[in-house]
């Protein structure tokens, strides 16, 4: 199956499994590669305000039941932990579902500004690899380039724990290898292997802990539950 057709197929999983590897795209110049967010902070840091905005119009609710002013920490927690889970899931799904792992580098793999929901992806490449060792090329691929690249420009603009931004990272991952799971159960196997893979590298490793049947418990907070009317995830490691 060509890249192409196997992006388009795992892009009904869900939102953020959505993303593009037609290269008509290419005649679009509002594209800009990953590794622009990563070293440019002005795209990133409207992000973070947006995503504050959006939590409840700047304010949270400290310990003591008041109103003040949102930490930008909150905000660049949940920024972090949906732009993860956008980078992580159509790849999880492409290498679970179909066997192919695209360079989905950050000189390759695209982004766009969006006013609401997850921001467009577009994979500029036109070709994938079938690696023997699905799991490793999918570590590869993500971990570093990707998501530890992205944590280190968040703290960057925002002093948030590093610690939260793994377990972030984490609950995106088996949060999406679930999801694959679901809606292709001939992949579940392997989504598992990938998910596994992706946990146990020296980055993520001690951010959570994958039970039976997908149970995730993650060992640190994304720091949601101060937003007003937040609540803890289910995942939480706040939670019972």
Known sequence: MRLRHAVDDVAGIGQFFAATANPAEAVDDSWRPLRELYTDP????????????????????????????AEERVAASITYQGLAARLVSPLLALASVHGLVPPWSPDTLHWRPAAVGPWPLWE?????????????????????????????????????SERTLRGNAASSIAAAGAMVARARPSAATAAHQVVSALLATPWLDGSGSLGPGWAFRRRSCCLYYRVPGGGLCGDCVLGR
């Open 42 to 69: 002005a795209p990133l840091a409207a992000r973070i305000r947006q995503v504050r905005d959006a939590l409840g119009g700047g304010t949270e609710r400290s310990a003591g039941g008041t109103s003040i002013g």
């Open 124 to 160: 500029s490449a036109q070709h994938a690899r079938a690696p023997a060792d699905l799991p490793s090329a999918v570590v590869d691929a993500l971990v570093q380039p990707h998501l530890a690249a992205l944590a280190a420009a968040t703290k960057k603009l925002v002093s948030v």
